[in-house]
């Protein structure tokens, strides 16, 4: 679930059911607005889950006797409307999985502008020797797949050892990216004339017959 950084202010906002006072929840907008077929514009909205609430209580009569369909009301309010009005709901639990988790949607955020800061400093980094950026968007499992093969192909432009630890620390769930960067900490190993040792896995000189870490007899190829 994509969540912007306006989504994020609104979830923020404290609104209260004009039926019964309680704090409306946010929650994810349902993919399409039941009745109209059309979008709903938002990604979020604020409802009145409480279940005391007069609104819900005695809609559920009302739709009986009227419409001989078990359903009610909650209140709702799309962000940005001066007003909300009743939505309808098939059951007591429509709604209650889809509560906006604010630290959730933190941590989501956090995340999305880390990506964009990278993706900008793509433009300089080379330039920079900055590897940070690189990193960032390689190991962030949940950034645009563009994004982050352009920093594997940037890692030979780069050429710091450096990025061999924190890539070797990541596990990745997208592989095909963990393998271009693996291609890539090949070609930088191959360029700078290094090896990994065999046994302790330190990075030492290619011609080295003794690692210098561990000891041992390097194995060659
Ligand atoms: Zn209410
Ligand atoms: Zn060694």
Redesign the pocket.
């Known amino acids: 679930m994509f969540v912007d950084k306006r989504c994020y202010n609104i979830a923020k906002e404290k609104h ?7 704090q ?1 929840s946010c929650c994810h907008t349902p993919p399409y607005h039941v009745g109209d077929g059309l979008g709903w514009g938002t990604e979020i909205f604020f409802i ?3 279940d ?5 209580n005695n809609s559920w009569e009302e739709f009986e006797i009227n419409y001989g369909q078990s359903a009610s009301c ?2 709702m309010l799309l962000p940005n409307e001066p007003k909300g009005g009743p939505m309808m709901v098939g059951s007591k639990d429509a709604f209650t999985g889809s509560i906006v988790d604010p630290e959730e949607l933190e941590k989501t955020n956090e995340r999305l502008n880390s990506e964009k800061e990278a993706l900008r400093q793509l433009e300089t980094c080379v330039e920079e020797k900055n590897l940070k950026p690189l990193i960032t968007l390689i190991v962030d499992e949940e950034a645009s797949l563009p994004g982050r093969h352009r920093a594997c192909e940037l890692l030979d432009k780069i050429d710091d050892l450096a990025c061999i630890d924190p890539i070797r620390a990541h596990t990745f769930l997208h592989t095909e990216i963990g393998q271009y960067a693996e291609l890539a900490i090949g070609r930088i190993l191959k360029n700078q004339n290094r090896i990994e040792c065999g046994y302790c896995a330190e990075i030492i000189k290619a011609q080295a017959k003794i690692c210098k870490h561990c000891g041992k007899e390097t194995r060659k190829g």
């Open positions: 209260y059911c004009p039926h019964c006072k309680e409306l009145c889950l409480n005391d609430c007069p609104l819900f909650r209140y």
